[in-house]
């Protein structure tokens, strides 16, 4: 439960492995919505690849922002996880309930350029089909969190649909 100084729960990685998807849900206003991310979610990266998540989510993450997000995470993040999504306001009211990838790098710094798909920014929104693929390319170190959020800027609007995933 939160603090009555309004900190968020802390979050536990323990049993979160390099292969799983972190995501915190934040908006718990339409469980229908929630359900099509869930679904979304458990799709298949690739043909024969299981897509693998961990939900966070309880009162105590309600309304909670990407930086209070980042705080309650712990010191020591396993290597691979370069990235938490989470499940907002936004998510709930958009039709593709796109998450929000937020870069769990403390380094990482927005590069805008007007060129599509040569910017990035440490915060994208991401299709829940594409979570699997994003967090299995991290994991094996194919690519990098820069190639999907240059996928993003490159959107019209802004939102990483995946690479396998037809359009």
Known sequence: MASLHGRRPAVDLDQVTEWDAVVIRTDCSDDGAW??????????WAEGVESSWHAVEGAGWAGADADEVLAALPDHLPDLHDVVFLADADTMCDEQNSLLAVST???????????????????????????????GNLAIANMDYEDFSSSA????????RGFLTPE
Not at 35 to 44: D, F, K, S, T
Not at 114 to 131: D, H, K, M, Y
Not at 153 to 160: E, L, S, V
Request: charged fraction near 30%; glycine fraction near 8%.
């Open 105 to 135: 790098d403390p380094d990482m710094r927005d590069e805008e350029h007007e060129i599509p798909g040569l910017g990035f920014t440490s915060r994208f929104r991401i299709l829940p089909t594409a979570v699997a693929e994003m967090v």
């Open 35 to 44: 359900e099509r991310v869930a679904a979304g979610l458990r799709q298949p």
């Open 153 to 160: 800027h490159g959107d019209p609007q802004r939102i990483h």
